[in-house]
């Protein structure tokens, strides 16, 4: 294989370009052929230098699929690895975690793996990959440093990096009478002002959205409905309609508590209101066809110098503290870290709030009214 990699080439190899979708129901089928686990060990005492020779003697190549709303998106981690590895020949492709992980899948029953590493919104799949032993069971250097809703036991997977997702706002946009908490967003006067990514297109803003309903009832969802909100499609797409002066207002899109007072957007975590957080997860595959450098990548964004340089602040380590003066993630409550990985790993009652979210924001024909669907305005 050239040392090039084109990103049709990494997305479908081999017959996995054409089985496509119907990878879920192979691997289902072959999951007894899965490789064996096999124990993870004690912690990684090498440095990144000498994993960093060790990656070059074993071919120096490296394949990450990392979920992610634009292709460039992680354009910062490839840098920053590149910076610190030169030598590396990385090829880092970002797309939606719910398509990589049907590739992953795919790639796995027609046997054309192509990443190393998988890091993924995704959180279920890690836990069914390790069931069905396809996760390299690895305890990086630092692991035992990291928040124990942060790693698998067993080294199976491990997040590196903590996201949450909340509202957000354009300071000159709204003025001095801001929207502080989610129930600000149905006042009249922010109808047509309020950009947001779909819910029922993303997991991650789906459980924001089922957070907003359970905590202020669907009748608050009927309002904010009301208020000709434009939908894209990302989690991008809120703070990058905010940014361009577009909209005032984004719902279910990342940001950050310790951004410079000029930045055009502003992150909301409203005291004793919900948001939500999560551990982005990340594994090394059991059958990856270059693990050293799998691991010096692990052990790179697990160092204590990548956690200090998150764009939010948090960190997934317990001994680094937080920028500003945010609390770790895990001492927010109504981040509720707990929820998401309950939440994604209920599949049908994921699509159930797909499908009622749906019908709220205009995608299914229909009257988009608690009544019409059957549901009490204040459940």
Request: proline share 7%.
């Amino acid at each position: 294989m050239s040392s090039f990699l084109s990103r049709r080439r990494v997305l479908t190899t081999g017959a996995g370009a054409a089985l496509g979708l119907g990878a879920v129901g192979a691997t289902t089928a072959t999951a007894s052929a899965a490789p064996a686990r096999h124990t993870s060990g004690p912690e990684e005492t090498r440095t990144l230098d000498e994993l960093y020779q060790a990656a070059l003697k074993e071919g120096g190549k490296l394949v990450v699929y990392a979920g992610g709303d634009t292709p460039t998106q992680q354009d910062g981690t490839k840098a920053g690895f590149k910076a610190r590895f030169p030598d590396i020949d990385l090829t880092l492709i970002v797309d939606y975690s719910k398509y990589h992980d049907v590739r992953v899948d795919n790639q796995f029953a027609t046997n054309t793996l192509v990443p190393d590493v998988v890091q993924l919104q995704t959180l279920q799949d890690f836990v069914r990959w390790k069931r069905q032993g396809r996760l390299l069971h690895y305890r990086p250097a630092g692991f035992s440093k990291v928040h124990d809703g942060f790693k698998d036991p067993q080294g199976a997977w491990v997040a590196v990096a903590a996201i949450a997702f909340s509202f957000m706002y354009g300071p000159q946009a709204v003025g001095s009478d801001a929207p502080r908490t989610p129930l600000d967003l149905v006042d009249p006067r922010w109808k047509g002002a309020i950009a947001s990514s779909y819910p029922h297109d993303d997991d991650a803003v789906l459980y924001l959205y089922s957070l907003y309903a359970r905590t202020y009832g669907w009748s608050w969802v009927a309002r904010l409905a009301a208020q000709d909100v434009r939908f894209a499609r990302g989690s991008n797409s809120p703070g990058d309609a905010v940014r361009a002066g577009q909209k005032a207002i984004g719902v279910g899109g990342s940001g950050s508590l310790v951004a410079p007072s000029s930045s055009p957007v502003r992150f909301v975590v409203p005291e004793e209101h919900p948001f939500m957080a999560w551990g982005q997860r990340a594994a090394i595959l059991q059958q990856a066809a270059n693990p050293t450098a799998a691991k010096l990548y692990l052990n790179w964004q697990l160092s204590t110098a990548t956690q200090q340089n998150a764009f939010n602040g948090w960190s997934v380590r317990t001994d680094v503290t937080p920028g500003g003066s945010l609390k770790p993630i895990w001492e927010y409550p109504n981040a509720h870290l707990d929820g998401f990985p309950k939440f994604m790993a209920d599949r049908a009652e994921v699509e159930r709030w797909k499908q009622t979210f749906a019908l709220y924001f205009g995608e299914v024909k229909g009257d988009p009214t608690p009544g019409w669907l059957g549901l009490h305005p204040g459940a």
